[in-house]
């Protein structure tokens, strides 16, 4: 059985930094791509970042320069790097592997 678990949220001013961490379990996680997607209040879930089993990464326009997606094979992890928060990037933060599987998600919340 497949089993995310994301951490690293929290509450940070605009213009801060977090990192976001997702534990995978139950997948030969070296093979899958990985995406980290986020919801707002009211809003539609949303792609931000995906990386490859091989490391393209690819991002919403709206993160690019600013968010970085990586992997560690050997821990089964997905990392999510959020420099220069704003306010419009709160949200609760899931990461995937094919939108069949999702955590329970960490929520963000940038202050202005």
């Known amino acids: 059985q497949v089993h995310l678990v994301e951490s690293g949220g929290g509450l940070v001013q605009a213009g801060g930094s977090l990192r976001l961490s997702c534990a995978a379990s139950?997948?030969?996680?070296?093979?899958?791509?990985m995406g980290w997607y986020r919801q707002a209040p009211g809003k539609q879930r949303e792609l931000v970042a995906r990386?490859?089993?091989?490391?393209?990464?690819n991002y919403a326009d709206s993160v690019k320069g600013r968010f970085t997606i990586s992997r560690d094979n050997a821990k089964n992890t997905v990392y999510l790097q959020m420099n220069s928060l704003k306010p419009e990037n709160t949200a609760v933060y899931y990461c995937?592997?094919?939108?069949?599987?999702w955590g329970q998600g960490t929520q963000v919340t940038v202050s202005s």
């Open positions: 995937t592997p094919n939108q069949v599987y």
């Open positions: 990386i490859t089993s091989g490391g393209s990464t």
């Open positions: 139950g997948l030969s996680f070296s093979i899958n791509a």
